[in-house]
C-alpha cells in the first residue's frame, strides 16, 4: 500500500531534550515535506526536500533540523524542544506530475513539549 | 506574494441540505489549487485539484468545486450533505515555480447536524 508513514504519533517530551520524528514514504517520491498544524493557522511548512542531499527552509524553520540522505526517509529533528514547538506535526510526499504537485501526507505527530 | 483566505471558520448545515465552503485566493499567476479534508484525529486527504484542464472540478465522496479567475475564487460545495461529512477542510495554493510549496487555508470546520 502506497503511504507516508510517521513515528512516533504521539510524543510528551521535556524542553531541551533533542528528539526526531521520522517519516518515511514508500512511492519513491522526490518531493517531500514537514508542516505543522496549530490551530487558527492551517498548516505551515518547516522544511522541504526537493531529492536525496537537497532541503530547503519553509515558512517556520526556526528550531528544526531535516536532512535526507535516502529517498525514502526525511527526519524532523528538535534539537532542544520548547514549548512553543508543541504541535501537531505532518509529513508529506509528492512527485512533480505534468503541472503540479499532489503531495500525500503521513497521519501527523502529536507533540507536546513541557 | 500568494495567499489564501477561507472565508469561514466553522460552517453547520443540516444533513441533507448544501454545503458551501468559500476561499478565495491570491496569485500572481495562475496556481494549482487543492482542497483537502482532515477527519478527527486524522491525517489529510485529497478531496479535488484544479491544474487549468477545466473550471469545474469534482471531487471525492460528492464535492465539487468551481475555478473563478475574475473573483478569485475556489469554493467548495456539495448538494446534500452527509454525517460523514463533518470535518475540518483546507483549501490550499500551490504557486508555479515554488518547486511543491503548498500554502494553507486556516481551514473550515464543517458541522452535520442530523
Known amino acids: 500500500e502506497a503511504q507516508v508513514t510517521q513515528n512516533p504519533r504521539y510524543l510528551i517530551t521535556v524542553t531541551g531534550k533533542k528528539l526526531t520524528v521520522t517519516c518515511s514514504q514508500n512511492?519513491?517520491?522526490?518531493?517531500m515535506s514537514w508542516y505543522r498544524q496549530d490551530p487558527g493557522l492551517g498548516l505551515r511548512q518547516i522544511y522541504y526536500s526537493m531529492n536525496v542531499e537537497a532541503t530547503d527552509k519553509g515558512d517556520v524553520p526556526e528550531g528544526y533540523k531535516v536532512s535526507r540522505k535516502e529517498k525514502r526517509n526525511f527526519p524532523l529533528i528538535l534539537e532542544s524542544p520548547s514549548p512553543n514547538q508543541t504541535s501537531l506535526y505532518f509529513c508529506?510526499?509528492?512527485?512533480?506530475?505534468?503541472?503540479?504537485?499532489?503531495?500525500?501526507f503521513g497521519p501527523g505527530t502529536r507533540l507536546t513539549v513541557t | 506574494a500568494q495567499s489564501v483566505t477561507q472565508l469561514d471558520s466553522h460552517v453547520s448545515v443540516s444533513e441533507g441540505t448544501p454545503v458551501l465552503l468559500r476561499c478565495n485566493y491570491s496569485?500572481?499567476?495562475?496556481?494549482?489549487l487543492f482542497w483537502y479534508v482532515q477527519h478527527p484525529n486524522k491525517g489529510l486527504q485529497l478531496l479535488l485539484k484544479?491544474?487549468?484542464?477545466?473550471?469545474l472540478v469534482k471531487g471525492i465522496n460528492g464535492f465539487e468545486a468551481e475555478f473563478k479567475k475574475s473573483e478569485t475564487s475556489f469554493h467548495l460545495t456539495k448538494p446534500s450533505a452527509h454525517m460523514s461529512d463533518a470535518a475540518e477542510y483546507f483549501c490550499?495554493?500551490?504557486?508555479?515555480?515554488?518547486?511543491?510549496?503548498?500554502?494553507f487555508g486556516q481551514g473550515t470546520e464543517l458541522s452535520v447536524k442530523p
Open positions: 484544479y491544474t487549468s484542464a477545466a473550471t
Open positions: 490550499v495554493v500551490s504557486p508555479l515555480n515554488q518547486g511543491g510549496k503548498l500554502i
Open positions: 508529506a510526499s509528492s512527485t512533480r506530475t505534468s503541472w503540479s504537485y499532489e503531495q500525500y
Open positions: 512511492m519513491n517520491h522526490e518531493y
Open positions: 496569485s500572481s499567476y495562475s496556481p494549482s
